[in-house]
């Protein structure tokens, strides 16, 4: 475990709180964030095995870090949140920019993303979802119901809703050789996110 304990993927952030405000805020931020989370967790300990993955996981350390910084540090929590989620999301994308831009790896990569698009973001963890298309060159679907935006809601912290949107934009806006693109999300007001994600065609000599 990381000097950042159960906030090990937070390592940027606490040392930019550190560098900032200096290891003691830094410390306390995280104390409260730790207490935070573990009394989340009990409270949403009867979840499905599906969406608590994703609430677990995912939803839950970020509200208890950013309602910390809140308390803190409040006019900085939203865009030391939004800049940390873009640093995370960028590493990401350029681990699956190198693995798109092997040869054959691109509808290998189409092909597992279908099937966790289908397993992790399907009725099991919350989700409604209606898939459009999904062969060798295409992918195509739509979000109408996200536990990411329910959940925000409920633990009073629906500006984080936009960071989990965003994330999807940092991981694959730059994939090599695939197109991905997206009109609207329920996060920004829209009545869907919509993934459509697309072999680009190569161009010839």
Request: glycine content about 8%; some cysteine.
């Amino acid at each position: 475990m990381s000097q950042y304990g159960i906030f090990s993927g937070y390592g940027w952030l606490m040392k930019e709180i550190t560098r900032r405000w200096g290891r003691e805020r830094m410390l306390r931020i995280r104390r409260r964030a730790e207490e935070e989370l573990t009394a989340l967790r009990q409270a949403c300990r009867n979840l499905s095995a599906g969406e608590k993955q994703h609430v677990h996981g995912t939803i839950l350390p970020r509200a208890a870090v950013y309602r910390a910084m809140l308390e803190e540090i409040p006019a900085d929590a939203l865009p030391l949140t939004e800049e940390a989620v873009r640093r995370a999301g960028e590493r990401m994308s350029a681990l699956l920019r190198g693995l798109t831009a092997v040869p054959g790896m691109r509808r290998v990569f189409l092909r597992i993303f279908t099937l966790m698009a289908k397993k992790m973001f399907g009725p099991p963890a919350g989700f409604r979802q209606v898939m459009h298309r999904a062969d060798r060159n295409e992918v195509r679907f739509d979000i109408t119901a996200c536990p990411y935006c329910r959940w925000c809601e409920l633990l009073g912290c629906r500006e984080l809703i936009g960071t989990f949107c965003q994330s999807d934009e940092y991981c694959f806006g730059r994939l090599s050789g695939i197109r991905f693109q997206r009109t609207q999300t329920l996060g920004s007001g829209g009545d869907r996110c919509d993934f459509h994600l697309t072999i680009e065609k190569q161009r010839t000599e």
